[in-house]
């Protein structure tokens, strides 16, 4: 059996053509050019790419798959896509394997939380009482959990940018997306309009959060939104769909804004105004004409960018208005202790400096906060901290230095490897690319509020986006080809035609 690697490093395309071949083609050994054709669609391959469409869905409805039975569900779902995976190569004589660059910052986590499972850990230098623990990681439990889920969450990466191969795919997805993000933005309204806000599906009562949607934290759903609205707004801003389409785009757009304003989010709300005005500052010159439009000067295409910008914001606030009432922007303005805007956060992240502090290498561990944190409570105690409502602090309690480190190298890979990606003439595939960026860029800045990553269906979402983004020129090729093979379709229709005509 052979190995096919694809190469997902980003470079910039070396014509005006498309993506340099070179180093973005497929390299396969021993498969004739059918073989390479026939790979696409094999069944297990084809079995793969649904799997990863279902899990959007079933990870969110699965109160965003926060709970360990859900979490196992995870994991049996990324076991089966691993045997797929197999299964295509076996099938293939070839088995595929990406070496995009975001991958390694993944693998890196890994390996430290393998690390921290290591007892390497003095019996009486971690500083808690009755604490058993020999291991790097204060809380061995927690560490092996999140392992579990970032293995998974990797597996579905990486088969993201295998398996979303082709044009097609490439929309498939995207519709999916956008269609599935529509209608949780529809039900979490409804929800929101015939419960007190503690109730998820109208029978599970919560005591200690506000739910919205299928989600315990309203906020989960917020950043959960970010991501859904990313891949409309980026074709709608890219010039990507035709005039008859546009009226749908917006109203997807319009419900899922109102819905993540309606969560009275404001993490959610500064992130979703970064977004908007991400996308105008990156979208090129004449991006928001059709695609048989001719495109206008930079200014003129700056202005209608910002006045598209300035509309939508008006949109989503008058469709607020309209469903909540002035309470939602009391609600916003207002705070819950005029000492503390932030609801306790600053505490929270004074908090996690001082685990930073003590553990700068490699952290306490993978999801050891909960523990660490009663040590340097300076509180009551009244409430248990699990997360530190700021993903980038976490990542440094947890991680360390390390951890800090494969965090940034991911971030930045992803926008080099973006911005790369979106220098093509295939409007849809820019518009998904600039879109999937504006979505990532959404949830990195709500990361500085809230923890909407570490919610598994966030962080699924965030990754397929990733992918999305970063996706190599293999489905731009693709679409070149299915354009070429209607244009000699026709080709050969007309013809006679024009025999006809001219006899």
Sequence with gaps: MTTSIFNGSAHPPADAGGADKSLSAP????????????????????????????????TTLAYGSTHNWALAA??????????????????????????????????????????????????????????????????????????????????????????????????????????????????????YLTTDGTRVYWFRQLTQSQAFGPFINRHHFAGYMELTIALPLGLLFSGAIENYQRPVYVFAIAIMGVALIMTNSRGGMIALAAEILFLVVIAGPGLLHSRHQPRDGPIQAAVLRAGLAFALIAALAGGAFLIGGSEVFTRLLGTPSAADP?????????????????????????????????RYDSH???????????????????????????????VVILFRQGFARRETDDKFRRGVATGALAGCFAVLIHSFFDFPLHT???????????????????????????????????SRVSGPRAVATGS
């Design 380 to 410: 009551n105690g009244l409430f248990r901290l699990e997360q530190a409502h700021n993903d980038y602090l976490q990542t440094l309690s947890d991680g360390g230095i390390i951890g800090g480190t494969l965090g940034l190298a991911f």
């Design 342 to 374: 932030t609801s306790g956060r600053t505490h929270f992240w004074a908090v996690t400096l001082d685990v930073i502090k003590a553990y700068p290498i490699a952290g306490s561990g993978l999801g050891s906060l909960g523990v660490i944190y009663t």
């Design 27 to 58: 390299i396969s050994v021993g498969l004739t050019m059918r073989e390479q054709t026939k790979r696409r669609h094999t069944i297990a391959g084809r079995l793969v790419f649904l799997t990863i469409c279902v899990a959007v869905v079933t």
């Design 74 to 191: 995870f994991a049996l779902s990324a076991a089966g896509i691993v045997c797929l995976w197999c299964v295509d190569g076996l099938r293939l004589r070839s088995v595929q394997v990406s070496i995009n660059p975001l991958l390694w910052p993944l693998l890196g986590m890994i390996l430290l939380g393998l690390i921290q499972l290591l007892p390497l850990r003095a019996p009486d230098s971690a500083g808690l009482p009755l604490s058993p623990a020999r291991t790097l990681s204060l809380d061995p439990y927690a560490t092996r959990l999140v392992l579990v889920q970032v293995v998974c969450l990797l597996i579905y990466f990486a088969a993201s940018l295998i398996f979303i191969n082709t044009s097609r795919r490439l929309r498939t997805i995207s519709l999916t997306i956008t269609i599935f993000g529509l209608l949780l933005a529809i039900f979490g309204l409804i929800q």
């Design 456 to 490: 598994t269906a966030n962080a699924l979402l965030f990754l397929i986006l990733a992918a999305l983004a970063t996706q190599d020129s293999r489905v731009e090729q693709e679409s070149d080809h299915r354009r070429r093979r209607r244009h000699r379709s026709r």
